[in-house]
């Protein structure tokens, strides 16, 4: 049996509670986050724990007297995830919770917060502008083109869906209602999973209308 497991990463770490509930279920079946890699997530096999895991937006932990704080607490840093964190495990139960207070942990993704939205309308002003083109180009190329107009479409809906998911988070913290890690998880990777299985098919669905052009 090997020492390392790679699982394809379905859910996006701005999705920050349901990426901390995936990894703490991982390891209570004895797969151990190890690092990230370009496609996935590395889980060391190990025994079954009650690890707690915490996204920490990257650089509000940098210093030294930051890092010894945290693992004064049993907080020990374990690697970038993705983009826009770093990630911190705690094997005791009964150690404090990085932000102790849900309202300053809010503050905390302010920055963060700021950057996405102008991200998210970055990434809406130029799914339009393809989206225009494509339209265009479907005249000459009817059918694959709609193929891929739907599935950019469904692409598109689960960045956004990404987005509220981290935005919903933050507003609840500012309103004091800590994160709830909960089984919730599951359903957010089954949506993450819909443009996998659609983009099977569209590609199916390409792959026969060429053999059909090519044998006309």
Not at 3 to 12: L, M, P
Not at 25 to 38: C, D, I, N, P
Not at 124 to 149: M, N, R, W
Request: charged share 25%; proline share 5%; glycine share 6%.
């Amino acid at each position: 049996m090997k020492d390392r497991v790679h699982k394809w990463i379905y859910i996006n770490p701005l999705d920050m509670d349901h990426f901390e509930g995936w990894l703490e279920e991982m390891a209570r079946k004895g797969l151990l986050f190890e690092r990230m890699s370009y496609w996935g997530v590395v889980f060391r096999r190990g025994k079954p724990a009650d690890l707690r895991y915490r996204l920490e937006p990257t650089g509000r932990l940098w210093t030294r007297e930051s890092k010894d704080y945290c693992r004064e607490l049993g907080w020990d840093y374990l690697s970038q995830a993705g983009q826009y964190f770093e990630l911190y495990a705690n094997p005791d139960p009964e150690a404090p919770e990085l932000h102790s207070d849900p309202v300053v942990q809010s503050y905390a993704l302010d920055l963060l917060g700021k950057w996405l939205r102008w991200h998210l309308v970055l990434t809406l002003l130029l799914a339009a502008v393809f989206f225009t083109v494509l339209t265009q180009q479907a005249e000459i190329f009817i059918f694959p083109s709609l193929c891929l107009l739907f599935f950019d479409l469904v692409v598109l809906a689960q960045d956004i869906r990404t987005y509220v998911s981290f935005f919903r988070l933050r507003r609840h913290l500012a309103e004091g209602t800590p994160p709830q890690r909960d089984g919730s998880w599951r359903r957010s990777m089954r949506w993450r999973k819909l443009p996998i299985l659609v983009g099977l098919v569209v590609l199916l669905l390409e792959l026969g209308f060429l053999a059909l052009l090519f044998l006309a």
